[in-house]
């Protein structure tokens, strides 16, 4: 599935974890997880797609690199930190947040959470 700057903001059905996104026009991509569903976006340039129903899926992408900003929405979820440094927002009750062992900022504004800093 391919994915440029100005390709405008698209939903996609039926996402699977074999699923490769490649994506061109922008070196850093993000990634925000709101529901059952995954939104990427690209950093320079314009255009987002929307992956309905894969929060419980390996999200597969290429051509660009995941600037490390994690805003969760979720319950019931544990994120982990990547080794660069990351940009954690959390939303979402009873979420276990482990950060790693670089400069994290790590924001809850939810009940509930265990933090562990790394």
Do not use: P
């Not at 994915?3 to 070196?27: E, P, R």
């Not at 544990?78 to 990351?86: E, W």
Request: hydrophobic residues 30%; aromatic residues 4%.
């Amino acid at each position: 599935m391919e994915f440029a700057t100005g390709d405008g903001d698209d939903t996609i059905n039926g996402f699977m974890s074999k699923d490769i996104i490649s994506l061109s026009g922008s070196n850093y991509y993000t990634k925000e997880t709101t529901n059952s569903s995954v939104k990427i976006s690209l950093v320079s340039g314009s255009g987002s797609m929307t992956l309905l129903d894969a929060s419980d899926k390996t999200i597969n992408v290429e051509g660009s690199t995941l600037l490390n900003v994690v805003i969760n929405r979720i319950n019931s979820k544990k994120i982990t930190a990547g080794n660069a440094k990351d940009s954690i927002t959390n939303h979402g009750n009873k979420v276990t947040i482990i950060g790693a062992s670089d400069m994290d900022s790590i924001c809850n504004y939810s009940a509930n959470v265990s933090i562990n800093g790394g």
